[in-house]
């Protein structure tokens, strides 16, 4: 065995580094029929939301568990045409709180802003979220839809407000209530969304910064050291009551569970029914389609060298080169 040259990638003066925010999505569609009919069309479009309303850097990282042959090809092409900068395709089934310890323990950005494949994000999303972290101390987590929930969930993060210095806060009902009934739609439980509708907010205010207490696991985020304590989690089900292990680890460790007073991302459901694609037409088509027009025009050069002639031109260009200044001296 022997090494002929120098492997060119010492020459590298520089390499990557992640961007401050890795935002994480993980997605499994089985098959593109009965309950997941639309999963695809619902991952396109949570993905797009991405692309087009982060209003700050970051990193895409996508962790697909098992899905099937076209979820996956259209992950592969995004990553081909760098839209994610991290994919991971598991053969295997791990679940979500699997996918969580995956994820939480790869994902590089000092941030991490987890999100279900079937979210979307509002323009100005990331900014809002990362404007509590610096106002409000003591924050574990961050989602983007405020909602009314039981209290076991922040029953700790409740009353750690009312001790932290220079945070005021406000009880009472201060949410619309059409996110609260539009959430419960998307979930198909408007049959029991008056529970919901009874129950009190908490509206912390810290530096001109509010924020409510209540937090969800579909989507939020989190500093990569505070989550990095608690993985990983153990788990039993692919979903289910091992979800809200994270849940009770942040509430009952001193950290706050907020969510943004206004609201950032929505729920899909596993359907684009016409009611929701009202909702966001305005706020989604012109961004995606530029969007679309500045990931093509940055891809150019990119596409152009894939081209087959091109691509043989260049190869057979370095073979030359790498022969001239290394193989002809052994």
Same mark, same amino acid.
């Given at each position: 065995?022997?090494?002929?040259?120098?492997?060119?990638?010492?020459?590298?003066?520089?390499?990557?580094?992640?961007?401050?925010?890795?935002?994480?999505?993980?997605?499994?569609?089985?098959?593109?029929?009965?309950?997941?009919?639309?999963?695809?069309?619902?991952?396109?479009?949570?993905?797009?939301?991405?692309?087009?309303?982060?209003?700050?850097?970051?990193?895409?990282?996508?962790?697909?568990?098992?899905?099937?042959?076209?979820?996956?090809?259209?992950?592969?092409?995004?990553?081909?045409?760098?839209?994610?900068?991290?994919?991971?395709?598991?053969?295997?089934?791990?679940?979500?709180?699997?996918?969580?310890?995956?994820?939480?323990?790869?994902?590089?950005?000092?941030?991490?802003?987890?999100?279900?494949?079937?979210?979307?994000?509002?323009?100005?999303?990331?900014?809002?979220?990362?404007?509590?972290?610096?106002?409000?101390?003591?924050?574990?987590?961050?989602?983007?839809?405020?909602?009314?929930?039981?209290?076991?969930?922040?029953?700790?993060?409740?009353?750690? &407000?009312?001790?932290?210095?220079?945070?005021?806060?406000?009880?009472?009902?201060?949410?619309?209530?059409?996110?609260?009934?539009?959430?419960?739609?998307?979930?198909?439980?408007?049959?029991?969304?008056?529970?919901?509708?009874?129950?009190?907010?908490?509206?912390?205010?810290?530096?001109?910064?509010?924020?409510?207490?209540?937090?969800?696991?579909?989507?939020?985020?989190? !500093?990569?050291?505070?989550?990095? !304590?608690?993985?990983?989690?153990?788990?039993?089900?692919?979903?289910?009551?091992?979800?809200?292990?994270?849940?009770?680890?942040?509430?009952?460790?001193?950290?706050?569970?907020?969510?943004?007073?206004?609201? &950032?991302?929505?729920?899909?459901?596993?359907?684009?029914?016409?009611?929701?694609?009202?909702?966001?037409?305005?706020?989604?088509?012109?961004?995606?389609?530029?969007?679309? !027009?500045?990931?093509?025009? !940055?891809?150019?050069?990119?596409?152009?060298?894939?081209?087959?002639?091109?691509?043989?031109?260049?190869?057979?260009?370095?073979?030359?080169?790498?022969?001239?200044?290394?193989?002809?001296?052994?």
């Amino acid at each position: 065995m022997v090494r002929i040259g120098k492997n060119p990638a010492k020459r590298n003066l520089a390499v990557a580094k992640p961007a401050p925010v890795t935002v994480a999505v993980i997605s499994y569609i089985p098959f593109l029929s009965g309950y997941y009919r639309e999963g695809l069309d619902v991952l396109k479009l949570c993905l797009q939301s991405i692309l087009s309303n982060t209003d700050e850097p970051f990193d895409l990282m996508v962790f697909d568990y098992g899905s099937c042959a076209e979820v996956v090809d259209y992950l592969s092409e995004m990553s081909k045409k760098n839209q994610i900068q991290y994919l991971t395709l598991s053969e295997k089934n791990l679940g979500k709180v699997g996918a969580w310890n995956f994820i939480f323990g790869a994902a590089q950005g000092d941030y991490i802003a987890y999100a279900d494949s079937d979210v979307y994000f509002l323009p100005g999303w990331l900014s809002k979220t990362l404007e509590v972290f610096n106002a409000i101390p003591d924050v574990g987590t961050v989602s983007g839809l405020p909602r009314r929930q039981r209290k076991d969930f922040c029953e700790n993060s409740i009353k750690q &407000v009312y001790e932290l210095p220079g945070v005021s806060v406000q009880r009472g009902k201060f949410m619309p209530e059409e996110w609260i009934t539009e959430h419960a739609r998307s979930l198909g439980k408007l049959d029991v969304v008056d529970k919901d509708l009874a129950r009190d907010d908490f509206l912390v205010s810290c530096k001109g910064v509010q924020a409510y207490v209540t937090a969800t696991h579909f989507q939020f985020t989190i !500093r990569r050291d505070v989550i990095q !304590r608690f993985i990983p989690f153990s788990y039993d089900r692919p979903m289910g009551p091992d979800v809200a292990k994270f849940d009770r680890a942040i509430d009952g460790n001193n950290l706050l569970r907020l969510a943004v007073s206004e609201r &950032v991302v929505m729920h899909i459901g596993n359907t684009l029914d016409k009611y929701f694609l009202d909702e966001i037409k305005i706020l989604s088509a012109d961004r995606i389609r530029t969007r679309q !027009r500045q990931s093509r025009h !940055r891809h150019i050069l990119h596409s152009f060298c894939e081209w087959r002639p091109v691509r043989r031109v260049l190869l057979s260009l370095y073979d030359l080169i790498f022969n001239l200044y290394f193989r002809e001296r052994t």
